[in-house]
């Protein structure tokens, strides 16, 4: 049974918006595009280098397909950690409207997200990662198919953009399972998924 791991990069606000340049994702006139640039490191690129080196398969949002498949083909240094699993590995893209991928090992999902990412799941022996794809990371955790959650949160405040847990967002419950803190001062810490939360109520001790 694989386990399905999502990497997300997010400001203090929350935003996931367009990290990676300022062209990348400019829906709502969104203008910060590149955020998370200044802030690369050794130790992020470490970190990097230890995820992709464990993938079996690629679970990607549309819209992050569309982004990834324009840069990472042409991206052909095979010592390069990154490239070199995107280009190489089984990817699965959910979509309705993604007809011809080009980019090579490619696998459009069209049916029940659910039933998918399940079968999906069902057959592969090792993580399946989903890299960005804010919006697919959200349905998945809906839908309880989010095994882990590495969650890079990055020392800016940009005020706008696209958030990854905004207003209506299913209530969801995480085990924290390791963090580290690079030199620029990105927080990365990996979470399991622990079901909904739970509640409870402080109260006065009897004698108050």
Same mark, same amino acid.
């Given at each position: ?10 400001? *203090?606000?929350? +935003? ?31 970190? +990097?280098?230890?995820?992709? $080196?464990? #993938? ?13 498949? %324009? ?17 190489? *590995?089984?990817?699965? +893209? ?19 997200? $659910? ?10 022996d090792g993580e399946i990662q989903v890299h ?18 590495? *969650? ?13 847990? #905004? ?13 580290? +803190?690079?030199? %620029? ?18 109260? *006065?001790?009897?004698? $108050?």
């Open positions: 049974m694989g386990k399905l791991v999502s990497t997300l990069f997010v400001t *203090l606000d929350g +935003v996931y918006q367009a990290p990676g340049g300022p062209h990348e994702d400019t829906r709502g006139g969104f203008t910060h595009g590149g955020w998370s640039f200044p802030y690369a490191d050794e130790d992020f690129g470490r970190f +990097v280098g230890e995820v992709f $080196a464990r #993938p079996r398969a690629f679970l990607i949002g549309r819209r992050t397909y569309d982004i990834f498949s %324009t840069f990472w083909p042409k991206v052909t240094d095979p010592a390069d950690p990154v490239a070199s699993k995107l280009n190489s *590995l089984p990817k699965y +893209v959910p979509s309705s409207t993604l007809k011809d991928p080009g980019w090579a090992g490619t696998t459009v999902l069209t049916g029940d997200l $659910a039933k998918e990412v399940t079968a999906l799941k069902e057959r592969t960005g794809s804010g919006a697919l990371v959200r349905s998945l955790l809906a839908l309880g198919l989010v095994d882990s959650l590495h *969650l890079l949160t990055f020392p800016v405040v940009l005020g706008t953009g696209f958030r990854l847990f #905004p207003e209506g967002a299913v209530p969801t419950a995480f085990r924290h399972a390791g963090e580290s +803190v690079t030199s %620029t001062g990105v927080s990365i810490r990996t979470y399991d998924v622990a079901g909904r939360p739970q509640y409870g109520e402080y109260t *006065l001790p009897e004698n $108050a």
